[in-house]
Every structure is written in C-alpha cells, then in structure tokens.
C-alpha cells in the first residue's frame, strides 16, 4: 500500500493546499503532471514487487497481490476523478475536459467490485462497470485529440455494452471471459484509432500514447482468442498473460494518466496562446476603429480625468493625446458651464446615461461644441469605476444655429425699432403695454402712460424742410431715452411727431414728474421754431394717464383716455402737461 500511502501523503501536503488555491489553468495542467508522476514512481516499485511474487506462485500469494493491485487502481482512479472534480467546480477558473470525471469515477468503481467480488456473483457487474469506464474514457481521449463525439452516440454505446453483458450472463465462464476481454479490447483500439489519426504535431504524445493502447488492446485481444479456441490453457495457471492483465491494466492507468495529462497541458498552452493571440487581433481591430473614427472618444476614471483620448478628439480641442491624458474633464469647460459639468458628473455617479451639447475649450481659449453621448463604466457592485464618452464634432452647425439666432435677434429687435429715431415703434409699445396691462390686473400696481406730442410740427417741415424735421425727432427721442432710464419702463416712437412712455408701477405723480422732466430737457435743446404760435422755440404738449388694478379699464379705454389727455393740452394752448386718473380727474 505504499503507492496509496504516498498519493494520500501528496494530497495532503502544504505545498498541494497552496497550489490548490493559488493554480491556474496551466498550473492545473502541471500540479497534476506531478501527482500523476509521484503515483507512477511509487507505484512501479509495488508492481515490480508484486510480479516477483506472481513468477513465484500463482496460488494464494498471486490471489493477495492481484487485489492489491485492484484495490491501487480503485483508490487511485478515486483520488483521480476527486481531482478532475475539483478542478471542474473551482469557482475562478471551472475547467473539464468531458466524460473524463465519469470514466475515473466507473473505472473505480468497477476496481472496487472486482476487489470485494473476485471469483464471486459480482464480477460480471464489476466488468460491465469497468468497460463503461474504458468508453467514457474512449470519449474523453477522442475529445482531447480534437474529435467531436455526439452525446448520443455514447449514450447508444453505453446501451448496447450493458444490452451484450446481459445477454453473456448465462453464458460459461470461458466464453463470458473471453467476450469481455473483446470488448475491452475495442476499447483500447479506438483511442488507438482516435490518437493517430491525423495527429497533429504540435502535440508529441499523441502517438506514443495511442502505441500504447494498441499494445494493450493487443494483450486483451491474444487473451480472449485463448479464452475461445483453447479454453483449458486459458483458464489454467500456465496462461501468466491473463495473470498480468491486472497488473498491465494498472500501468495503463499510470502511464495514460500521466500522457493524457501532458496531452492536456500541451493543448492548453496551445489554446492560451490563441487566446491571447486572438485578444491581440481584437484589441488592434478596436485600437483601429477607435483611431480611424470620426468621432472624438474619450474615457475618464472615477476622478473624471482622462486615460484615453483618440487622436482625432486631441485634434479637435488642439492638444496632442499625450498633453490630454491625465487631465481633468472640468478644465476643457468655460466658467459658465461648470454648472453643466457638474451635472453630468451627478449623472454618471448615480450610473446614468445621457446625450448632451456642450462647448468644450480649445487649447486656445475657443469653445469648439460637440454632441456628447456619455455612459458610465460600473464594476462589480455597480461600483462607479468611470465613464466613456463618444463626441461628435456640431461645431459648423451650432456656429450656423447661434448666427441664425443672433440674426433672428436682430431681425426682431429691428421690427421693434423705429427707423429714425432708434427707439421702440408703434409695434412694440401695442406688445409691450398688453403685457403690462396683464401684469397690472393680476397685481395691485399702477400704470402710468404719458403721451406727448410736438407742437405745430407740420409748420416747422414746412419752414426748416423735412430733413432737419427728422433731426428734431431724433433730438426729441434722444431726450425720451435719457429721460426714462429704468428698466422695466418704455419709451416709443407713436407715430408721426407723436410719441408715448409707459412707466410701470408709477402713480399719477411720479408720471408727471416724469413729465416736467422731459418738458425742460427739450426747452433745453433750444431748438428754433419761427413757425410755432407759442414760442420761438420747439415745445411739447403732455398728456399723463394713471390706471390701477381696480380700475376695470380695457386697453383701449387706457389708450383714449391717455390721448383725451393730450387733446385736452393741445386745445388748452399747447406746451403744457395735462394729468388724471382713471376715472378722470385733472391734475395740472
């Protein structure tokens, strides 16, 4: 029992547990080549011990040591099949070649029966098993050659090994050996078959491990052609080649383990290097894909600082990729847009995706706006690890956006404009004072209107021409604009010489305050006018209308009472002010 002995001593060892935790997939291929040789070369003294004692006697002493031999190749092939289980639910890197497990684990089994059944009811059982265990095995060696096998075919074959073992059940003894050891020979000659066809000569064993078998399927066959044509020798004591078969059985065991192992290791090193080669290939393909894009692409750590930058989005913000790498994603935002950055960084940490445009700066200063589609990169836990982003360049486009924008601007501001004098027209007070008359109903406020209008201006076209009519106007409106300053107020152009102020929040007199004040700012203007009937300057006449939220007052109402108050000026001599709330009470 040494050889067991010392496999046990194996696996249990510090250096096994280590290993055990800490291999990989070419560590497995190697610890096992290991504990295959430590179980051959121990295992080769008992054996040899073992056939001096057969050459002695085949009595009760071969008797003892043939199951010996039976119980090492049951608790070996155990041990085995633990080992190929281990290695097929170990949680970081799961590895099996099929069938395999089922083979070690029939074929101890089957030892098991032969060790406690020899010459006993059992041993047809134990040999049914035992053959099961050499198909299975068949499968897993066609399978580490490269073969596909059909999961029905072993499945036909398993059926029809145990359909013949029952069928030779109530045959004789020399008969029922002799088709057993036939169909273990055909099961030593198809991974024969399998090996050396078409062998491939990167993996060396393969031949010599299917010469192997041949020879052995070879010494199953020789024995049940004995068995058949001269059963008397077959079955006598002078047939050593039926004693040894235990024996070659388990140096089969030993050595195919031990080549069927390195077999494996070999075609894993050949399947790593293609791996690798093949994540090489796939890793240049997207390297390639991602330089040649059009799109800038970018992917930030949780800091939010750059790890990639492809050399078009380096080209786009005019850095190279190396003076990209390492920066903050913040830095490429203009003051006003931090509020945008930072935003998107809430969104990528709470592990959310978003489209966006945005203007990122330039290593000169410009802002150069993209379409950013951003997602972020989670690890496990849904941990925030850092984000990916696919930038398309918009800048032409949102160049022409803002232009059109800035030109709608103007065109509406243009609308809005008098043509001569640069103030508001016609069009924009009518907007402006229905806006103010909504705010004024839904808030107790005041609005103040005052119209005003120059005097006996027709006469002064008349006498100076109209061009230096227009300079009065300009004068006049320049007068409004420096008069009535405050925001929220509107100074207007109505038409013709006639203009209009609208002051919101302004009770009655406040506006005519206003009103004086704009009253001496155009006796200060001095203009000459030989053609009015009340000075020989330009004067103004005044008309200030005040509105509250109780008034119930329409628009037109507001307006015609406002322009009653002028009318009432004019027909009052001219340059003066004329003032009343709504529902009219003059103020002078």
């Keep these: 029992m040494r050889g067991i002995t010392a496999l046990l001593h194996l696996l249990s060892s510090k250096d096994y547990q280590f290993r055990r935790k800490n291999t990989s997939y070419r560590g497995f291929a190697h610890f096992t080549l290991n504990l295959q040789g430590t179980v051959l070369l121990t295992n080769l003294q008992l054996l040899f011990e073992a056939y001096k004692k057969t050459k002695t006697c085949f009595g009760e002493r071969f008797q003892m040591d043939l199951r010996t031999v039976l119980l090492m190749l049951t608790v070996g092939s155990f041990l085995f099949g633990l080992l190929l289980v281990r290695f097929k639910f170990d949680r970081e890197n799961p590895r099996e070649v099929p069938y395999w497990i089922a083979a070690k684990f029939l074929q101890a089994t089957g030892s098991l029966l032969l060790y406690l059944g020899m010459g006993g009811p059992l041993m047809l059982l134990a040999k049914t098993v035992l053959i099961l265990g050499c198909a299975h095995e068949t499968w897993a060696i066609a399978i580490i050659s490269g073969k ?51 062998p491939d000569r990167k993996f060396s064993l393969q031949v010599p491990l299917g010469v192997l078998y041949l020879l052995t399927g070879l010494v199953f066959l020789v024995n049940a052609a004995m068995l058949f044509f001269f059963p008397g020798y077959g079955l006598s004591g002078a047939n050593v080649l039926l004693g040894m078969i235990p024996i070659i059985s388990f140096c089969v065991f030993l050595a195919s383990g031990f080549i069927l192992l390195m077999l494996s290791k070999e075609r894993s090193d050949l399947q790593m290097q293609q791996i690798q080669k093949s994540l090489k290939e796939t890793e240049d393909r997207f390297r390639l894909i991602v330089e040649t894009a059009i799109e800038g692409i970018m992917v930030f750590d949780e800091h939010y600082r750059i790890t990639f930058a492809n050399k078009n989005m380096a080209s786009m913000l005019e850095y190279t990729v190396e003076e990209m790498l390492g920066r903050s994603y913040s830095s490429f935002f203009a003051e006003e847009d931090q509020d945008i950055y930072r935003e998107q960084e809430a969104l990528r940490k709470s592990g959310r995706d978003s489209v966006y445009e945005c203007g990122l700066l330039t290593k000169s200063g410009k802002k150069h706006w993209f379409l950013i589609s951003a997602r972020p990169l989670l690890g496990q836990s849904n941990r925030f690890e850092g984000s990916f982003a696919m930038l398309t360049d918009i800048n032409e486009r949102k160049v022409m956006e803002m232009a059109l924008a800035e030109a709608n601007r103007q065109l509406i501001e243009l609308s809005n404009r008098d043509g001569l004098t640069g103030i508001s027209n016609r069009r924009r007070f009518d907007t402006f004072l229905e806006s103010e008359f909504s705010r004024l109903k839904a808030e107790n406020a005041h609005l103040s209107i005052i119209f005003l209008d120059v005097d006996h201006f027709k006469a002064y076209n008349d006498l100076y021409g109209h061009l230096m009519g227009d300079e009065c106007l300009k004068q006049i409106a320049n007068v409004l604009a420096n008069c009535v300053t405050r925001p929220d107020d509107l100074v207007a152009r109505y038409g013709g010489e006639e203009f209009a102020c609208v002051l919101p929040d302004t009770d009655l007199a406040n506006a005519v305050l206003k009103a004086e004040e704009i009253q001496e700012k155009v006796k200060e203007l001095a203009i000459e006018h030989k053609g009015s009937k009340v000075s020989d300057l330009i004067t103004v006449s005044f008309g200030v209308a005040t509105f509250n939220s109780a008034s119930g007052v329409t628009i037109e109402e507001m307006m015609k009472f406002a322009d009653k108050q002028l009318y009432k000026a004019k027909s009052l001599g001219r340059n003066r002010i004329e003032a009343a709330k709504w529902p009219g009470h003059s103020v002078v």
Aim: hydrophobic letters at 60%; proline letters at 2%; one cysteine or more.
């Design 148 to 198: 596909k096998i059909k999961r029905w075919l072993h499945a036909v074959v398993d059926l029809a090994i145990i359909a013949v073992c029952a069928l030779i059940a109530l045959a004789s003894e020399t008969f029922r050996s002799s088709a057993i050891f036939s169909l273990q020979s055909i099961f030593y000659f198809l991974p024969f078959g399998f090996l050396v066809h078409k």
